[in-house]
Nanobody, 126 residues
Framework: QVQLVESGGGLVQPGGSLRLSCSAS????????IGWFRQAPGEEREGVSC????????YYADSVRGRFTISRDDAENTVYLQMNNLKFEDTGVYYC???????????????????WGQGTQVTVSS
């Protein structure tokens, strides 16, 4: 059973930075996709970024492209989300999610992922 643990959330001022981590364990196939999603109060869960370990380019939502960077450390089985120039609208609970049902690209819809972390709160406030 795949387990995901997120960390790195917190309170930051607008323009600041945070780096989220998603540590994965319990998977057996040599390919996987990790997605980052966020959910603000009263809003639907939104896809932010994703990558596939056999894919070319990661995906970024328009709202974060140029500010967020997703990366992975295979030795640590960890995927990171570096968030720079944070804005008020980036506030929410951030979740990472896992799927091994795709052999090349990462899906962008939440329903395509089988395993989820517990979430980490990101608050952008002055």
């Amino acid at each position: 059973q795949v387990q995901l643990v997120e960390s790195g959330g917190g309170l930051v001022q607008p323009g600041g930075s945070l780096r989220l981590s998603c540590s994965a364990s319990g998977f057996s196939l040599p390919w996987y996709a990790i997605g980052w999603f966020r959910q603000a109060p009263g809003e639907e869960r939104e896809g932010v970024s994703c990558l596939h370990n056999h894919g070319d380019s990661p995906y970024y939502a328009d709202s974060v492209r140029g500010r967020f960077t997703i990366s992975r450390d295979d030795a640590e089985n960890t995927v990171y989300l570096q968030m720079n120039n944070l804005k008020f609208e980036d506030t929410g609970v951030y979740y990472c999610a896992f799927t091994d049902r795709y052999d090349y690209s990462c899906p962008t819809g939440a329903s395509e992922y089988e395993s989820w972390g517990q979430g980490t709160q990101v608050t952008v406030s002055s």
